[in-house]
DNA sequence: TTGTAAGCGTTATCAC
DNA sequence: GTGATAACGCTTACAA
């Protein structure tokens, strides 16, 4: 009575095939069976509607094909392409992606890891921010954006030589007075290096550069602030802005624009991110773009390879550059 | 030698803490013990850095406290919204989130629910356009957008409503030649119904109306086309749009701004969804919006408290409308 | 190939 | 509360 309703297993596989139970799970797990046996097997897995219980199965194997995802949030379109790359190319692995959020909250962090080992996920990909429980969890660990410590691999794009581009295109333009601008949080993480590549490059062609900081608990108005002190009749004190991220590259231009400051003629503005307009049209602005698909791939492969003796803690990835509209070349228009 | 590299089991605990087997069981799962025997076993599980594997108390319970998630692709503001508002509301359930996008790709939909079958999640929250498999796959299903089957939940937005609210609200601001434009592909779903909404209220107000379909395959050119068509002197025959996203309505947007055809003076237009600049700022477009966090919470309710008796089979939730721009109210400006 | 059996880590159910 | 033991469904090893 009871036994009708639940769900088959292999031994029941097993009976209606009239085979041994050792030659099902030898079909399920592709080793070598008779022909004619697979055939009976199959025909009697799909009789019964059975599919294998990966449960007992991870129990047994040690091993789940389950890869945990960490991020902030999905609310940011970066962490979301980023998000999508991988759970395709994890989908493309054989692999899962159990995804969690943090909010950029510390604790969550921690009870996430936690959760995470409980689950016994075969390794993690994280863009985390705690130090905490990463090297304890014991498990393949690669990290995003932020070195962890010398035994865990960090996948980043080439934020540095981002920078550096960046200030490489404005002068390219014409620009001779450059800012760069930056919001978040007081972290640390290998995202600070564009400001670095920036200045780096300014200073190398001897070209007038500042570099401003923001936090970004207080919102706009402190940039706002900022900018107004060096808005003089209507004129911008600079001619050639590098934003940080796409995202501050947007209200920094909304609050030009509405100064009457016109971009890209009074001033030129490149971003950091490559956020197309929905995903995928055009950019949204000038920037340096991150190659997400690389990313997922190398992080990945990374995580599914898990090799602790290729000990090369940090993996810079090439970035490039793509005008959007906000530099003064010729942009395609978009009457697509 | 090779115990001490082992993850530690209960048993180990045990051991440690001197108390039972059962004991240590009981702790991990609320049981009453007594609080010297808890202390015991917590810091010996401490000690040991041991960790439930959920996998045996998922091979044993029959529960993983996992919810399969599918979508299209997070490449798209409204799915990653979803993605992360889901994710949010499982984690406060103590639930995981096991996350498949298909790429709108039938295939990968059947691979998925039967990859997920395996995986023995306890349940799926789904955004699928196909039939197959879903009533065989035999657990929780929730749908979004999409009603399947009578047996299977439907969760979305009240999309007629919608739809008829934004034909008031164009009506109310002096429109009198209302357009509604869609994109999509021939997929049947309840986000159909908004031009069904937006068609009843027209012609209860008996004003002039015109719905006009574009399969989204060929892009935005024949869209273009017909726009064209209706453009004269510069002036187009519509004063109010209606588009059934916000992403069709920034490009349709885009394209009449380039024929200087200005927005909201010359035409208003209202989109659909609620899609915010970079998810947190305002919104890109006048819009009808989606009660996200509300749809989140109400698939991972039904699901996680699956309950067949309760066969209200689609679930319609209520939206909102929101200015931004588009449309002829006063808006307060963005200087933030 | 077959049948049998041990074991993966938990939970649940005994009698004590 | 203890201790022992039988499941859960699968993999692996073994002898036949």
Same mark, same amino acid.
Request: proline fraction near 0%; aromatic fraction near 12%.
């Given at each position: 009575m009871r036994k009708s309703v639940k769900t088959p297993t292999m031994k029941d596989v097993a009976r209606e095939a009239g085979v041994a139970l050792g030659t099902v799970s030898n079909v399920f797990n592709g080793a070598p069976v008779g022909s004619e046996y697979r055939r009976r097997v199959e025909e009697a897995a799909l009789r019964l509607g059975y599919s294998v219980n990966s449960y007992a199965r991870g129990l047994r194997a040690d091993r789940t094909n389950t890869i945990a995802v960490i991020l902030p949030?999905?609310?940011?379109s970066f962490f979301a392409s980023l998000a999508n790359a991988i759970c395709l190319e994890l989908t493309r692995n054989g692999l899962r992606m159990l995804l969690s959020t943090t909010e950029y909250d510390l604790e969550a962090e921690s009870a996430c890891i936690q959760m995470l080992r409980q689950n016994r996920v075969d390794g993690i990909i994280g863009l985390t921010y705690?130090?905490?429980k990463v090297d304890m969890a014991g498990m393949p660990y690669v990290s995003i954006d932020r070195v962890i410590s010398p035994s865990i691999p960090c996948v980043t794009s080439d934020n540095y030589g981002g920078g550096a581009l960046a200030a490489r295109k404005l002068l390219e333009l014409g620009c001779r007075k450059l800012l760069y601008l930056r919001t978040g949080s007081t972290v640390i993480g290998e995202t600070n290096k564009r400001g670095g590549g920036f200045a780096a490059e300014c200073s190398m062609q001897d070209v007038d550069f500042t570099l401003k900081s923001f936090n /970004?608990?207080?919102?706009?108005e402190p940039i706002v602030q900022y900018l107004d002190s060096h808005l003089h009749d209507g004129r911008l004190d600079f001619d050639g802005i590098f934003c940080s991220t796409d995202m501050l590259l947007d209200q920094v231009a909304r609050f030009l624009r509405q100064r009457s400051v016109r971009i890209p003629d009074d001033v030129q503005m490149i971003g950091f991110d490559g956020i197309r307009r929905f995903f995928k049209? /055009?950019?949204?602005?000038s920037t340096i773009v991150q190659p997400v698909e690389l990313m997922a791939e190398t992080c990945v492969d990374l995580v599914s390879n898990w090799n602790q003796s290729r000990l090369s803690a940090l993996i810079s990835l090439p970035v490039t550059y793509a005008p959007g509209g906000t530099t003064r070349e010729q942009v395609l228009p978009d009457g697509q």
């Open positions: 949030t999905l609310q940011n705690s130090e905490t /970004d608990e207080y919102g706009m049209g /055009d950019y949204i602005c």
